[in-house]
């Protein structure tokens, strides 16, 4: 396995919908690996392909920390298909590294999508397992959680991404 490098904002493949996932081959398998490799040495909860710049819909999750296993997904072409409640918490993502808004998002949701072999299946995730599977199907569709937020608390995001660009510590 291999730690990929995560491409931070504002890299345009972050910013660009991504293109559907065609071939469940070997390939794809250990680049799956190596997701969740990254994923979990960030720390993070989820990482979709075009945070690893590869410009295709898929994403690995696992809020668990690598504690429970049944909670570990890859899934490839997600779609959200059920959106319940709301909720309101802080929200991060590894390509706005170190900065968190508070993000409205629906409390209970299912997605659909495929496994690594191209099987459908579905996910369905309340509270945090929610958020994330709304957060990384956005990056999908090249959508950031500062697009789901108000202008003024996303030129407050961008203002400290800005200040760390300045400063030389913002990755690029
Ligand atoms: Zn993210």
Redesign the pocket.
Known sequence: MARLKIVAWPESVLLTPAEPVTKFDDKLKKLVEDMFETMYAAP?V???GT?VAIAKRMFVMDCTGGKDPSRRFFMANPEIILKEGKQDGDE?????PGIYSKVQRSMHVIARGQDVNGKEYQIEGTELEARCLQ??T??CDGF??INRISPLKRELVLRKVRKLQKTGEWPS
């Open positions: 993070g989820g990482l979709a945070q991060g993502c590894l390509s706005i957060h990384e956005d990056h950031l959680y």
